[in-house]
């Protein structure tokens, strides 16, 4: 058997693929990557807009800012350290967030729950990677009030 | 050609006898006062419910659906009677030609089989119709109680029936160290893991036939003896072997036993009560996982995974998307950030149009990385839905005639999905892998990512998920809190522009629930904040809306078996407030059960 004869046997392979009886499935054309390894991580992060208070109803307050994309895991982490005190910042929310490889910019939001009312709350933020690698971005003391 | 075209012919009788046999076994079932067979035992009814939780045609709906099924049953065994026998060949031995046709056909006999389940009226497909891509049948179930009910009428799970389509493409459960977080497995919670048969899909098939609030066999062998006594046992043999199901000597109590649900207190902690002999039981387990792979075969197949979207012709060239559409799919990769998780297989470099680029001819300059992606990252999240009080579960307190409570806590369960897996929790299911637990703190909460794909899909000729319609009312998400598309990409868009400190059904006077207002997350812990906030215009959401539909099944080719439905389309009011009406007051709903 040449060449060309296993040419068009794999040709009339190829062919009952392509003309299957319908009643049945065939070969489906995807074959999924599943899990995509990490982007490289940014060379820099920094917040280019923000930290700022985005909403406040009732005990909930969320934060917000914005960083160039970090790139590493999938998910990240938006990190609040936060108290009544600017110099004892000693409370702690975070929330994660899924980036999306094609943006070029991160917006990162943290829900601080269970806060009191008519209240100054003093804050820094921070992110880092799902594995707990630190971005390597914190922000100055900012302050919001509760109603 | 000669012969694929003779091959056609024969297909087309094949297909116009068999769409006969069905339209047949419609016409002939509307007429049945039930749907189960002169031998099945009558199924008890166990209502724990107060007035105006069940919806009001559901006793109509479940015998339409099974209807429903058993007509597909036809059109399975003559499908199955279509394909030629199977020439075995080479080493190892293979069904030449037919292999791939057959365990197809017998996971869709499988599939609409209604007597597996003990009182002979539930098939798996009761959940998962094709109109409906293969997730809930009955549209009034899919506005109240959210859970199917099971064998047992009316015992309900949890959660929504999730689509079956593409979740054969599903990863083992993994915990990935590289990223941090775990991918894989099927189930909302992820606990169909496939850390033995290796597919989750497969093993997502084993959970619902013994689970005591679904189909609820008591013990796995019940299934293969069940196999055993149907016209397509043969088929089953012939594909995973002779003697695999005839072989085995059930005891003379097997029917007696296989008619009682999993739960019964009869059984005590007893989950083998079908007493066989080591190797018969082993015969038995083997079988099991049979059913797994060959149901795993059928969902892998273009019955119901098929990439016939308008997107895959999209992608391929062969279909424009229109100036909504395509509006929708620029929002679903930038501003509206979908892509973060329901991946859509493109390059990772492209620039986006402004406001969210710089790209000045707002064309999508991404390549195809994958021509055909899934609209998943086979992950899992937290979206901070609000707990839905409408949920069967809540109302299961009482013990059945059985002996079964299915929810003791009441009111007081707490879904946190892949958390509660992992610490192997109430309603979830041993994990496999103590390693695992130590990360439930960080998914407490979190529900698989869904393959966006089929979302949309609906039976032909009620056109659309969303109101006014006419459409075909769904549920979306793990809790079926969500009614419309429209609400769906609503919540993305606003969960934290409208947060409110409430209970469902208990918005403050001045908002509307689902609108301007969302009540409080079920699980507060690692609610996902890629989502939110994302200062979509109400047109920008529609345009999300209509690109979803472009990625239903069946633009190129025809979505077998959709043309199904025999109940009624919905129409009327807006898909902003769509099933907004059935919203009772989560205070008002204890009150209830307290009184009840």
């Known amino acids: ?95 994660p967030i899924h980036l999306n490889r094609n943006h070029p910019d991160t917006t990162f939001r943290v829900r601080v729950m269970g806060l009191s009312p008519q209240t100054t709350y003093y804050y820094t933020v921070e992110s880092a990677e799902a594995t707990g690698t630190n971005d390597g971005v914190k922000s100055s003391v900012k302050e919001f009030s509760t109603r | 050609m000669k012969g694929a075209t003779m091959t056609r012919v024969r297909l087309t009788v094949v297909s116009v006898v068999v ?97 597996i389940s003990p009182f002979e009226n539930e098939a798996c497909a009761s959940c998962h119709m094709p109109y409906a891509g293969f997730s809930g049948p009955i549209p009034s179930v899919n506005l109240t109680m959210i859970a199917y009910p099971a064998s047992v009428r009316y015992r309900a799970a949890k959660r929504t029936a999730q689509r079956y389509t593409y979740s054969s493409y599903f990863p083992p459960l993994q915990y990935d160290a590289t990223q941090g977080l775990f991918f894989g497995g099927n189930f909302w919670d992820s606990r169909a893991t496939g850390y033995l ?71 005590g902690s007893n989950t083998q009560p079908l007493a066989l002999s080591p190797a018969d039981r082993t015969l038995a387990t083997n079988d099991y996982d049979h059913w797994a792979q060959s149901i795993s075969a059928f969902e892998h197949s273009l019955s119901i995974s098929p990439f016939t979207s308008k997107f895959d012709a999209y992608l391929a060239g062969k279909a424009t998307l229109n100036a909504e559409e395509a509006a929708g799919y620029a929002l679903f990769r930038g501003k509206g950030n979908c892509n973060s998780c329901h991946l ?63 929810n003791p806590g009441g009111f007081t369960y707490t879904d946190f999905g892949l958390g509660t897996f992992l610490r192997g929790g109430f309603g979830a299911a041993p994990n496999p892998n103590s390693s695992w637990r130590q990360y439930a703190p960080t998914v407490d909460g979190q529900m ?19 109101a006014p319609g006419p459409y075909f009312q769904k549920e979306f998400f793990h809790n079926g809190y969500i ?62 809306v209509a690109f979803l539909q472009t990625l239903n099944d069946g633009y190129t080719t025809p979505y077998p078996d959709i043309g199904t439905y025999t109940g009624a389309c919905m129409s009327g009011g807006n898909a902003s407030t769509q099933g907004n009406s059935t919203i009772i007051s989560a205070i008002k709903l204890r009150e209830l059960m307290n009184q009840h």
């Not at chain 1, 040449?2 to 392979?13: I, S, W």
């Not at chain 1, 800012?65 to 895991?73: A, D, E, F």
């Not at chain 2, 390059?347 to 990385?369: E, F, I, L, R, Y």
């Not at chain 2, 698989?448 to 969303?466: G, I, Y």
Request: charged share 15%; net charge negative.
């Open chain 1, 1 to 95: 058997m040449n060449r060309v004869h296993v040419k068009l046997l794999m040709m009339v392979a190829a062919g009952s693929l392509l003309f299957p009886n319908p009643i049945v499935a065939q070969e489906n054309p995807y074959s999924p990557k599943a899990i995509l390894p990490p982007e490289p991580r940014a060379a820099h992060v920094q917040i280019t807009q923000g930290p700022e208070l985005a909403i406040s109803r009732g005990d909930l307050a969320i934060i917000r800012w914005t960083t160039n994309n970090p790139g590493g895991t999938d998910v990240h982490y938006g990190i609040v350290h936060y108290g009544t005190n600017p110099n004892d910042l000693s409370q702690t929310a975070k929330n």
């Open chain 2, 448 to 466: 698989q990512v869904a393959t966006a794909r089929d979302v949309a899909m609906v039976p032909p000729q009620c056109k659309s998920t969303e």
């Open chain 2, 344 to 406: 859509d297989g493109r390059s990772t470099a492209p620039t986006p149009p402004p406001p969210d680029g710089t790209n000045p001819t707002g064309q999508d300059t991404g390549k195809a990385a994958d021509v055909t992606p899934v609209f998943t990252c086979f992950g899992s999240a937290n979206e901070g839905l609000p707990k839905n009080p409408r949920i069967a579960l809540y109302y299961e307190t009482t013990p059945d005639s059985f002996g079964y409570t299915p």
């Open chain 2, 197 to 267: 048969t290796r597919s989750p899909d497969a093993e997502q098939s084993q959970h619902p036939p013994v689970c005591p609030d679904e189909m609820a066999s008591p013990d796995i062998a019940c299934i293969p003896y069940k196999l055993s006594l149907r016209p397509y046992a043969s088929l089953f043999e012939e594909i995973w072997g002779a003697g695999s199901l005839s072989t085995i000597t059930w005891p003379a109590d097997a029917a007696h036993v296989c008619a009682t649900p999993e739960g019964a207190s009869v059984f």
């Open chain 2, 19 to 115: 769409l006969c046999l069905l339209a047949l076994c419609m016409s002939v079932g509307g007429k049945k006062v039930s749907a189960q067979s002169a031998a099945s035992p009558a199924a008890p009814v166990y209502n724990p419910y107060p007035p105006g939780i069940l919806p009001s045609d559901l006793s109509s709906e479940l015998a339409r659906v099974l209807r429903e099924v058993d007509g597909l049953e036809a059109e399975a065994i003559a499908q199955w009677h279509a394909i030629p026998p199977p020439v075995v060949s080479g080493q190892p031995p293979t069904f030449q030609n037919t292999g791939v046709a057959s365990v197809e056909i017998l996971g869709k006999l499988m599939n609409y089989d209604k007597t």
């Open chain 2, 483 to 544: 009614k419309s598309l429209k609400q769906l990409v609503h919540f993305y868009n606003t969960r934290d522009v409208y947060p409110f400190p409430v209970e469902s059904g208990e918005c403050p006077a001045g908002t509307v629930e689902k609108v301007t207002c969302w009540p409080t997350p079920e699980v507060v812990q690692n609610v996902d904040m890629t989502t939110g906030m994302l200062g979509l215009t109400d047109t920008e959401e529609n345009q999300i």
